[in-house]
Antibody, heavy 120, light 110 residues
Framework: QITLKESGPTLMKPTQTLTLTCTFS??????????VGWIRQPPGKALEWLAL???????RYSPSLNSRLTVTKDTSKNQVVLTMTNMDPVDTATYYC????????????WGRGTLVTVSS | QSVLTQPPSASGTPGQRVTISCSGS????????VYWYQQLPGTAPKLLIY???QRPSGVPDRFSGSKSGTSASLAISGLRSGDEADYFC???????????FGGGTKLTVL
């Protein structure tokens, strides 16, 4: 059974750097084809993908947020970490991590998400 | 504004068949698989359909997916009160090199 769980701060101030950790089970990021993605959803708005990382360390970033994002993996700990710099109130959203079963495919299994609020 | 377009709401009575549409373009739905998810409040999105028309183990055959050109559809037959949820579609976008999503459709069972 594949499960994922997001963890990190729930409240941030503008300009701070967000660090979120995705801890997963039921699959390995050393398995060919597998990846983990980060997706967010602002309140009342659409889902937006942020970053992807695959078993071979191939990394993809949303073009609109590329300069602010970094994604890394720790295969031994079954964790993926997302950092986003220079947080702004418009970054208030529920942040999800998700299992990707292959390149060029949407996410398959999702975590429950974590709400991050940015406010001064 | 979502890359994939879904109607914001849909409804039906118990036992009815309901269809939810998802409209995209050539670089996404036109060239790639479509996934569908069900999301109940406060829970993780659950995969209903993958590779356009395949159901994961455990998903009833009341749920089916299809695609024609740059549009896709999710059909739910034998509607039940427990099907009340948000449904959203996703596909890969070749130009963006990442997944894109629909805005979600809230299904109400009357």
């Amino acid at each position: 059974q594949i499960t994922l769980k997001e963890s990190g701060p729930t409240l941030m101030k503008p300009t701070q750097t967000l660090t979120l950790t995705c801890t997963f089970s039921g699959f390995s990021l050393s398995t060919s084809g597998v990846g983990v993605g980060w997706i967010r959803q602002p309140p009342g708005k659409a889902l937006e993908w942020l970053a992807l990382i695959y078993w071979d360390d191939d990394k993809r970033y949303s073009p609109s947020l590329n300069s602010r994002l970094t994604v890394t993996k720790d295969t031994s700990k079954n964790q993926v970490v997302l950092t986003m710099t220079n947080m702004d109130p418009v970054d208030t959203a529920t942040y999800y991590c998700a299992h990707m079963s292959g390149k060029w495919l949407p996410p398959a299994y999702w975590g429950r998400g974590t709400l991050v609020t940015v406010s001064s | 504004q979502s890359v994939l377009t879904q109607p914001p709401s849909a409804s039906g009575t118990p036992g009815q068949r309901v269809t939810i549409s998802c409209s995209g373009s050539t670089p996404n739905i036109g060239s790639n698989y479509v996934y569908w998810y069900q999301q109940l409040p406060g829970t993780a999105p659950k995969l209903l359909i993958y590779n356009t028309n395949q159901r994961p183990s455990g998903v009833p055959d009341r749920f089916s997916g299809s695609k024609s050109g740059t549009s896709a559809s999710l059909a739910i037959s034998g509607l039940r009160s427990g099907d009340e949820a948000d449904y959203f579609c996703a596909s890969w976008h070749d130009t963006l090199s990442g997944p894109v999503f629909g805005g979600g459709t809230k299904l109400t069972v009357l």
